[in-house]
């Protein structure tokens, strides 16, 4: 089954606006990261946040964690054309223990439209 | 740096035929997974190796698919006899370390993908 879940599952914006995509887990986490899919294309890696972060930074790109809601959320600031593609977010895992499976979950993705 | 080599990247097959995939990861990764995704949908993992053993293959339908990877470097997905819900695309990654290991940096690369359709 997946373990993250995005919302929503569709986003339509202008350019220059920011997006904001949101991914909720259900299981104790040992990192989460974000996924960029051009259409045809494979997965790119876009950032990771370890579950003792509650933000990350990079570029255009802002993450934030909060784990007692098990949830994440990706902003994409000034968005651009070039933007346009599937977000997916994916979730290392741990046991009951805190120890990681060391392998990724992906929820179903956010389909971004970024019109000029 | 050469990235993930996939292929064939498309392929139509009729049921009940037999298809194989290949992929060629990063030189040097240890890890390599075959990801299975269908239309509209987030990536399922079916298999990760570490080297040339087997990490996790919980999802991989085995009585139908199969994978190898010998010497620990490439890496045979095989689908036989197959179905018309195995038209997906069929996504190998590669990473230095296991996921519980990623850094910012030190990432899961992902090929093209096969994309395969039953009829």
């Known amino acids: 089954s997946q373990q993250g879940e995005e919302d929503p599952q569709a986003l339509s914006i202008q350019e220059g606006e920011n997006a904001t995509m949101n991914c909720s887990y259900k299981?104790?986490?040992?990192?989460l990261q974000w996924y960029r899919q051009n259409s045809g294309r494979g997965l790119v890696h876009l950032i990771l946040?370890?579950?003792?972060?509650r933000e990350k930074h990079s570029g255009r790109l802002r993450v934030t964690l909060d784990t007692s809601k098990k949830s994440s959320s990706l902003l994409i600031t000034a968005s651009r054309a070039a933007d346009t593609a599937s977000y997916f977010c994916?979730?290392?895992?741990?046991?009951?223990?805190?120890?990681?499976?060391?392998?990724?979950?992906f929820g179903q993705g956010t389909i971004l439209t970024v019109h000029p | 740096e050469a990235g993930v080599a996939q292929s064939p990247r498309y392929k139509i097959i009729e049921k009940r035929q037999s298809v194989a995939f290949w992929c060629n990861p990063i030189?040097?990764?240890?890890?390599l997974y075959w990801y299975q995704q269908i239309l509209g949908q987030g990536p399922k993992l079916l298999i990760q190796?570490?080297?040339?053993?087997?990490?996790?293959d919980s999802q991989l339908p085995k009585d139908r698919f199969s994978a190898e990877r010998l010497k620990g470097v490439d890496s045979t997905l095989k689908i036989q006899p197959a179905k018309l819900e195995d038209s997906a695309v069929y996504l190998c990654?590669?990473?230095?370390?296991?996921?519980?290991?990623?850094?910012?940096?030190?990432?899961?690369?992902f090929g093209e993908g096969s994309w395969l359709t039953v009829v």
């Open positions: 990654a590669s990473s230095l370390v296991s996921p519980r290991n990623i850094e910012t940096g030190n990432t899961i690369y």
């Open positions: 299981t104790s986490i040992n990192n």
């Open positions: 946040i370890r579950s003792n972060e």
């Open positions: 994916a979730t290392d895992a741990t046991n009951a223990g805190g120890t990681s499976y060391g392998k990724l979950t």
């Open positions: 030189s040097g990764h240890a890890t």
């Open positions: 190796f570490q080297n040339n053993g087997v990490v996790d």
